[in-house]
């Protein structure tokens, strides 16, 4: 089975540009989450998709971010205009639906797209 | 507000040597969760444990042992024997949530602790 995949590994722009993560779940899974680690600190909550609703968006840090999740599939990050802060690793994780007891909460993480902003 | 704090910022030992990683948390729920993950140089983070606030058994997998005390907070993460591919940062994570419901709580992690074993 796969894991979480995210998309780009790697992305470096120039601040005031735009840039848009991906990220695909594991296939099944109705919850999805979005995190961010600036460097050397916590990896921080960004927001939490249950399908394609935004269940929880309390960490998003300024409207210059947008999550969508079309579909209730994939989901995209995108910043716009990217500043200097924005650098760090963001990481996605799926976990299943609250009555998956099987795999009760846990969250799988993928490998994170690691955002340069010069 | 919840809180995790890993006030070990890097680790050194050699191999075989055990290791414990601190990890105290702080929450107002009496039902959360307590996770670790293991990040390796690869990037992505792996699923170490999850224990529940109501079950303080120890737990021990392997090399892997860990210590849940609610009286001080904490969740300790002890390495048996380590070994050089135990190189990696570790988080130390809490979730609040209900039992009965399920999960689908976003987790609040620590700065992590990273592990360096060297031969």
């Known amino acids: 089975e796969a894991g979480v995949t995210q998309f780009p590994s790697h992305s470096v722009i120039e601040k005031g540009q735009t840039v848009t993560l991906r990220c695909d779940p594991i296939?099944?899974?109705?919850?999805l989450y979005w995190y961010r680690r600036v460097m050397g600190k916590e990896i921080k909550f960004l927001l939490h998709f249950v399908k394609e609703s935004k269940q929880d968006e309390s960490g998003m840090p300024n409207n210059r971010f947008l999550a969508e999740r079309t579909g209730g599939t994939y989901s995209t990050l995108k910043v716009q205009p990217a500043e200097l802060e924005d650098s760090g690793v963001y990481f996605c994780a799926s976990s299943q639906d609250r009555l998956g007891r099987r795999n009760f909460n846990e969250q799988f993480f993928g490998p994170g797209t690691r955002l340069t902003v010069l | 507000a919840q809180k995790v704090t890993q006030a070990q910022t890097e680790i050194s030992v050699v191999e075989k040597e055990d290791v414990t990683l601190d990890c105290v948390y702080e929450t107002r729920d009496t039902t959360y969760y307590l996770f670790w993950y293991k990040q390796p140089p690869s990037g992505e983070l792996v699923f170490l444990i999850r224990r529940n606030s109501f079950d303080e058994q120890n737990e021990i997998s392997g090399r892997y042992s860990w210590n849940f005390q609610k009286s001080t907070s904490s969740f300790n993460f002890t390495i048996t024997a380590s070994q050089v591919v135990d190189s990696a940062v570790y988080f130390c994570a809490l979730s609040e949530g209900d039992i009965l419901t399920g999960g689908g709580n976003k987790l609040t992690f620590g700065t992590g602790t990273q592990l360096k074993v060297e031969l």
């Open positions: 296939s099944g899974h109705d919850n």
